[in-house]
């Protein structure tokens, strides 16, 4: 008789927001939901170089929720060490992703090189976590599938990706395995979200994995963040800085294009050089034009959104941008200052306490934005440290993560109580957060499963 039960490992993001990995083994088939990079962190960016506690080879499909890198990051080491299935997810996702691990591969590429002419790495010599021919060898693996419809993937598994918010191409996965349902949030949208429609919810879970990034936390709503972005330009303009604004390269520096474009538009702030500098946001720039059924902004709309911005995607246009003093808004990446054109920018504008840097998304225990965010007074630009001066300012309505509130709404409509119930994707005091809300809401127990642990059901 063959053991029926099915056994999920949490190959990342439990305990912790980074590293989305979750493999479903069913006794057959082994499915992978999610592959992504850990981030943030020293101990958990080491993880990357590890090989994960499965085989590899055995894994014979991965299914995406989304395209941002903690989802999609790992999966050029995933082909490097055997994976030979294919990568379903909606086709702005697999675009999305194809962006994300280009720029990824390019970046460690760079910094690897540069660690190795300044001496700064502890390997020695540095080498890139996978380059650009390692993603060539993964995008042929990439498969789309439409939303809302059920994909047969092996005999008696199915699968349907269905519209989350969030990004551009956001599902979350309804999996069906002889008959029992498995739903993977992904992550979770906003309801009110000023470019994305509101997520859909599931109706039945009898095994459901919800993240729990914002648990506990509540956000303001997305327009009424932006009074205080009007206030926040206005005053660094008027003391004579130049605002910065770190920022995800998908969705979120298009919603702050937006944002913008709307403040000047309505003359509520002057209209200073505005600039989005990052290569990979003028690639999902592209991408909101072709994905007209997946977002609200009008085709006029965004034509004359981007008329208003100076889009960078040159280095050398960086390197002048960033030595010119006068007062001006600059969108780059990346989101959490672990990387990208950001970085050139602080590098000279840092010590200037006329300045404003400003947070709009998630800060990642870690990571340079945390560190500036809680206070630091100096930052390190590759392997130089920099003296920090500027004002700092945050903004969490803008964030495109459901808050407490949106995160128990999500699940609103199922009505039988789930079997069992993992809250994943969040570090603990927000999964904890959740884990009593939940109680408190619906009379659930909701389980924190541990990075790398084993549950069967
Ligand atoms: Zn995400």
Known sequence: MKNNKISIHFLGAAGTVTGSKYLVDTGEKKILIDCGLFQGLKELRLKNWEYPPVDVPDIDIVLLTHGHMDHTGYLPRLIKQGFNGKIYGTSPTLEIAKIILNDSAKIQEQEAERANKQGYSKHDPAEPLYDLK??????????????????????????????????????????????KRFVFSGDIGRINDLLLYPPLKPKRADVLFIESTYGGRFHQEETDAIPQIEA???????????????????????LMMFVFWKLVKENKIPKVQMIMDSPMGADVLELFQRTKDWHKLEEYEFAEMCSYFTIVSSYEETMDLRIDKSPKIVIAGSGMLTGGRMLNYLETNADNAKNTLLFIGYQAEGTRGRKLLEGEKELKVYGKWVPFNMQ???????????????????INKIKIKPERIFIIHGEKEGAEALQIGIKETYGWNAEIPELYSIEEV
């Open 134 to 179: 390692d993603v060539e060898k993964t995008i042929p693996h990439f498969k789309s599938v439409p939303q809302s419809q059920w994909i047969a993937l092996f005999d008696g598994i199915k699968a349907r990706f269905k519209y989350v918010g969030h990004i551009l191409g956001a599902t979350f996965i309804e999996l069906d395995v002889r008959g």
């Open 232 to 254: 926040i330009v206005n005053e660094t303009i008027s003391r004579g800085g130049s605002l910065f604004v770190p920022s995800f390269s998908v969705e979120r520096a298009q």
């Open 392 to 410: 700092v300012a945050e903004i969490e309505g803008l964030s495109a993560h459901a808050d407490h509130a949106e995160l128990l709404d999500w």
